[in-house]
């Protein structure tokens, strides 16, 4: 006697593939928070010398001044920057991720979250969009620009304190 459903898969594999996808998942929500905490601390740091700059301008040289503020001020661009989410721009709609399905009505969302949890292999493609469209769009954007934030306000700080000595030595 033939079937035409095919053979369970065993309980093992399964269980193997879904824990690597929720702690990859929930690595990248984990690399998520820390790049937001990264860039309250950027903002938090450069407001801190902007303001400082700022109420000490008349003691300070122009140059010295201008490279400070205008360093602190690029910092906290990029930071909020990185802060601010994306839009949702991609023709899939992702079920995991509220912005991508808030134009669905209740029912429509409920209808293909119960499409895609009652087959296997739709569940898995959702997780694995997911977790890509975080790491490639989202992550790496908010990286990039903590990274463009820390460079600047290095670079204005090396800037700045390099052209206070030189012109204290002048």
């Given at each position: 006697?033939?079937t ?47 303001t ?94 903590i ?12 800037a ?11």
């Amino acid at each position: 006697m033939t079937t035409d459903t095919p053979p369970e898969e065993p309980l093992l594999p399964r269980l193997l593939a879904t824990n690597a996808l929720h702690a990859n998942l929930e690595k990248h929500m984990t690399l998520n928070k820390m790049a937001d905490s990264k860039a309250a601390m950027i903002m938090t740091a450069a407001s801190i010398i902007i303001t400082i700059t700022l109420t000490q301008y008349d003691k300070l040289e122009l140059i010295t001044t201008l490279l400070l503020a205008i360093s602190g001020l690029l910092a906290v661009v990029f930071s909020i920057l990185a802060i601010i989410p994306p839009l949702h721009v991609t023709d899939h709609t992702n079920l995991f991720y509220f912005r991508s399905y808030s134009e669905l009505s209740e029912a429509e969302f409920v209808s293909q979250f119960k499409t895609v949890i009652a087959d296997r292999d739709k569940l898995y493609d959702a997780f694995l969009h997911e977790i890509y469209y975080l790491g490639k769009h989202r992550l790496t954007r908010k990286y990039a620009l903590i990274r463009n934030g820390l460079w600047t306000l290095l670079i204005g700080l090396l800037a700045a304190t390099t052209s206070a000595v030189l012109l204290r030595l002048l």
